[in-house]
């Protein structure tokens, strides 16, 4: 594993972390290109060579950066985008367009430009309108582009409400009601401009239970065949989605990607021959599950507020701005103090960040050995959807990242300057003393 005590400090894959807290500073974000690199492993092994014609997409919004996108296209992955600025990103590390994918609710006409000039491999389409503003930009720019619909399959996933995306009342995808989706596909097949690849669903996020992946199939399939029997086309292409869960306390019971994979590559096989099609090309999108449990956060005790009877406040030099998933879905994390990583846990503390927020707390009654003030404390887990959603409240700046790989690291985001955080602002005219 990644994670090992040796001489009762941490050491994540190979690298002394108390090292690392002294070398970049505090808070850190640490990612082990070791773990990022085995999960991308047992995606090709589990799934890309287990099932010819199949691709994984690694969703970039649970973690993206420059070298992010390297390691993704060095693994074999494509890349699943959902803004411009991702796109962005993909572009400037130069990552292969025919593999990029773009999601997402509401594409600007802007961002839809930058993916039809940079020649995208697809566009998974929310709705008809989004299909019009495709087909004029294409019209403009005499380009054609490579189409999905992301479709609202209509159940409801066993997870935070904030992070279930399949029931019927969402802003993503296409209801399936008969006067929406019909149009819909009839356009998208007869339009010039696209080629009407198929359907694309998520039911959700943190899934540990494939019972919602498999119901959506059932009702994507069904799609497929309405659209081969209505309109004589088949859809070469099927998108089932990201949502696999990851370990984040002994709460959690994380699935291989077989159990999921598994059950639906067989349905879709069958169904295939059954109404004797070939079978579509299959398409998974995983984030947090490659990267999740290859990050964990560093941070350095400050205050320590013991009240009597109630509660030990131990507060860290980040919090809710460099993970917000506590304060945002109650998430759960564990710790451990770095420096003194094989100490007895004698002490419940609440591990609380340095914003101004009550909600602000990082882990509630976490179990520690006695911390103090300049211990360097770690919360494991931290690599999906920490970086990605950190936020400047309070003028905090973001942390840097450093990719550590058999005792080895390099920084890969460099922490911001106050500089930096104020570079954008302007004192008008009007206000100059
Ligand atoms: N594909 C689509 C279309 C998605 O909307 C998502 C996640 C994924 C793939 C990747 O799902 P994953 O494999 O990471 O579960 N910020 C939340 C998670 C939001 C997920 C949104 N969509 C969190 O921190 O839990």
């Given amino acids: 594993m990644e994670k090992i005590i040796k001489n009762n400090t941490l050491y994540f894959d190979g690298c002394d972390t108390v090292e690392l807290a002294k070398r970049y500073g505090t808070p850190l974000y640490v990612m082990s290109e070791t773990a990022i690199v085995e ?15 199949t691709r994984a997409a690694y969703a970039a919004k649970a973690f993206l950066t420059l070298s992010m996108c390297k390691i993704i296209e060095r693994e074999g992955l494509c890349l699943d985008v959902v803004s411009g600025g991702e796109l962005y990103t993909a572009i400037k590390a130069n990552f292969p367009a025919e593999k990029i994918e773009f999601n997402g609710n509401n594409k600007s006409q802007g961002e839809i430009e930058l993916a039809v000039d940079y020649q995208i491999g697809r566009i998974i389409v929310d709705g008809l309108d989004e ?40 802003k993503f995808g296409i209801p399936l009601d008969d006067e929406v989706i019909y149009p819909a596909i009839e356009q998208a097949i007869k339009s010039p401009y696209v080629n009407f690849m198929g ?12 019972e919602s992946h498999l119901k959506a199939l059932d009702i994507a399939l069904k799609l497929i065949r309405e659209t ?8 070469p292409e099927l998108n089932i989605g990201g949502g696999f869960g990851v370990n984040y306390t002994e709460e959690d019971s994380k699935k291989p990607y077989a159990y999921f994979l598994d059950p639906m590559m067989e349905k879709i096989n069958n169904f295939s021959k059954e109404i004797n099609i070939t079978r579509p090309e299959v398409v998974i999108e995983p984030g947090r599950s490659i990267v999740a449990e290859a990050g964990l956060t560093l941070y350095t005790v400050g205050t320590i507020k013991d009240i009597k009877g109630i509660r030990k406040y131990v507060s860290v030099d980040g919090g809710m701005t460099d993970n917000i998933r506590p304060a945002l879905y109650q998430a759960k ?15 419940v503390v609440t591990i609380c960040g340095k914003c ?24 494991f887990t931290t690599g999906a959807y ?48």
């Fill in 131 to 170: 299909l019009k503003l495709i087909e004029s930009i294409c019209e403009e720019k005499g380009k054609t582009i490579n189409i999905l619909y992301r479709i609202t399959p209509g159940v409801k996933s066993d997870s935070h409400d904030y992070i279930v995306t399949g029931k019927k009342d969402s």
């Fill in 386 to 433: 920490g970086y990605t959603m950190a936020s400047n409240y309070n003028k905090n700046p973001l942390p840097a990242t450093v990719l550590v790989k058999e005792g080895k690291s390099e920084l890969i985001v460099k922490r911001q300057s106050y500089d930096h955080m104020i570079e954008n602002e302007i004192i008008p005219e009007s206000l100059s003393l």
């Fill in 199 to 210: 359907f694309h669903f998520h039911v959700g996020s943190q899934l540990h239970n494939n």
């Fill in 228 to 235: 081969k029997e209505k309109y004589n086309y088949v859809t």
């Fill in 356 to 379: 101004c927020e009550s909600g602000d707390i990082l882990i509630r009654d976490a179990k520690v050995t006695e911390l103090k003030r300049g211990d360097i404390f770690a919360v």
């Fill in 39 to 53: 999960k991308c492993k047992e995606v090709r092994d589990t799934f890309l060579n287990k099932y010819e014609r």
């Fill in 333 to 347: 994390y564990e710790g451990l103090a770095a420096n003194k990583a094989n100490d007895t846990k004698t002490d």
